[in-house]
């Protein structure tokens, strides 16, 4: 059996970069999910009222699905005046018309971070698009070094 050293190099070598990538974006999942449990750790749960609607389309290849997100105006405990802000996450369907009053919980040390109450349930959704890039990265690099594996072991042995 003769080794081709260009092609194990090449092979091998981008395996090993695409690990580090995948590892990279599961270490940003993981922040992100963190970052999430310390935010609903302190957040503060307020009334606001929806001041705007800003519609936003997601598509991955198929039809669009519209989900809404409310800017909304509220006091914040202790401060003098209103506090006005796009929540970060998406309202349930049928979203709120403006005027409407809805439950929002905010981090009291940026009042400005606002988050639907309604969403509040789980953190099952934090940092899933980096932990599915990360994964299909993952498989991606062993499917690399699976490649090089079928040329040792049929190619390079004939």
């Not at 092979?11 to 999430?36: C, D, I, N, P």
């Not at 709120?96 to 905010?106: C, F, I, Q, S, T």
């Amino acid at each position: 059996m003769r080794i081709h050293y260009v092609p194990t190099v090449l092979l091998l070598g981008s395996a090993l970069v695409l690990l580090l990538v995948a590892g990279g974006l599961l270490l940003k999942g993981q922040v992100v999910r963190r970052t999430a449990q310390r935010f609903r750790a302190r957040a503060v749960a307020v009334r606001a009222t929806v001041v705007g609607l800003e519609a936003k389309d997601l598509s991955l290849g198929g039809e669009p699905d519209t989900r809404y997100f409310p800017r909304v105006s509220f006091v914040p405990d202790g401060a003098a005046g209103p506090v006005e802000a796009q929540t970060l996450t998406d309202v349930p369907a049928p979203p709120p018309r403006v005027g409407d009053e809805l439950d929002v919980a905010y981090d009291p040390e940026r009042p400005e971070r606002v988050d639907v109450a309604a969403t509040q349930g789980g953190l099952e959704g934090a940092g899933r698009t980096w932990f599915v890039l990360g994964y299909g990265v993952l498989l991606l690099a062993l499917g690399v070094a699976a490649a090089w594996l079928v040329l040792v072991l049929v190619v390079w042995t004939s």
